[in-house]
Nanobody, 120 residues
Framework: QVQLVESGGGLVQAGGSLRLSCAASGGTFSMYAMGWFRQAPGKEREFVAGISRSGSNTNCADSVKGRFTISRDNAKNTVYLQMNSLKFEDTAVYYC?????????????WGQGTLVTVSS
């Protein structure tokens, strides 16, 4: 079972940037398409961005298009989320997981997530 550890969250002003990291261990990272998800207070977890196994293809939610970029380094077993032009509504706990063709998380065991707080 792959274990995932997210990091890089914090408090940032609106318009600012953050880079999240997700380190994977315990499996063959390059076998999985990966994605970032987020859960805001009182809301369900939602898909944010995904990346193919090789990193050659990415997709993202309309709400973050043009602002967030997902990337991965298979040599480091790590997936990243570069977040620019952050908005108050981006405040959430961010998680990574492997993703399927429907942008759903694959692993039942989610990491602890990393909290992003955007002040307006």
């Amino acid at each position: 079972q792959v274990q995932l550890v997210e990091s890089g969250g914090g408090l940032v002003q609106a318009g600012g940037s953050l880079r999240l990291s997700c380190a994977a261990s315990g499996g063959t990272f390059s076998m999985y398409a990966m994605g970032w998800f987020r859960q805001a207070p009182g809301k369900e977890r939602e898909f944010v961005a995904g990346i193919s196994r090789s990193g050659s293809n990415t997709n993202c939610a309309d709400s973050v298009k043009g602002r967030f970029t997902i990337s991965r380094d298979n040599a480091k077993n790590t997936v990243y989320l570069q977040m620019n032009s952050l908005k108050f509504e981006d405040t959430a706990v961010y998680y990574c997981n492997a993703v399927n063709g429907r942008n759903q998380g694959v692993f039942n065991a989610w990491g602890q997530g990393t909290l992003v707080t955007v002040s307006s």
